[in-house]
């Protein structure tokens, strides 16, 4: 089984913080993506990577920033955390190709202070 | 414009009837894939079915169907025999293709509420 796990699933920072949420994939998936979710909007793609070293801006990418220095890890990173980044944020990994699921983490809820 | 609507933001059905969810979407593509997940209490999305534009029958998994209009452009989620269990956020989400990779637009997302 396709197994995407993240390193924490409830993290409380504080305002200003430098923020690191890491996402690891265990099935070799060249794409992975960070989406967060907020009640009433869904969930809204923020970056994502479809190879090593590569990234793409998604939908609301302002105030983060990601890294994927290996294939099986991707992360993402907010500069300088803000209350409006209070959410839950979810990892998702596919294989390369247009009809391949997504496989998701089971989340990560940020609290910011 | 949204992409991907969903119109119910909650839907109530009892156990073992069947419910309709509905999803329509906006593109001009071709080529373009339509998902449903679900997202139960503890927060993992797991993955019910999937439409290809191009595929003529309805896709099915077991008690998940999918109805697919495409003139209508809708890709309603059909689930039969509704369990205790089914109760959870469903999300419908639309595949989008670029030069290479690929990327999911979700809807707002229908919370199923199934009781005895």
């Known amino acids: 089984d396709v197994k995407v796990t993240q390193s924490s699933r409830y993290l409380v920072k504080r305002t200003g913080e430098k923020v690191f949420l890491e996402c690891v994939q265990d099935m070799d998936h060249e794409n992975m993506f960070w989406y967060r979710q907020d009640p009433g909007l869904g969930l809204r793609l923020i970056y994502f990577s479809y190879d090593v070293k590569m990234k793409e801006k998604g939908d609301i990418p302002e105030g983060y920033s990601v890294s994927r220095e290996k294939k099986e890890r991707f992360s993402l990173i907010l500069e300088s955390a803000s209350t409006n980044q209070t959410s839950m944020y979810l990892c998702a990994s596919s294989l390369r190709g247009t009809t391949y699921e997504q496989y998701f983490g089971p989340g990560t809820r940020l609290t910011v202070t | 414009a949204q992409k991907i609507t969903q119109t119910q933001p909650g839907m109530f059905v009892q156990e073992k009837e069947a419910v309709t969810l509905d999803c329509t979407y906006d593109?001009?593509?071709?080529?373009?894939?339509l998902f449903w997940y679900k997202q139960p209490s503890s927060g993992e999305m797991i993955f019910l079915i999937y439409q290809g534009s191009y595929d003529e029958q309805n896709a099915t998994e077991g008690r998940y169907s999918l109805n697919f209009q495409k003139a209508r452009k809708s890709a309603n989620l059909v689930i039969s025999a509704s369990q205790l269990g089914d109760s959870a956020m469903y999300f419908c989400?639309?595949?989008?293709?670029?030069?290479?990779?690929?990327?999911?637009?979700f809807g707002k997302g229908t919370m199923l509420l199934v009781s005895p």
């Open positions: 593109t001009s593509d071709q080529s373009y894939g």
């Open positions: 989400a639309m595949r989008e293709d670029y030069s290479g990779y690929s990327t999911l637009t």
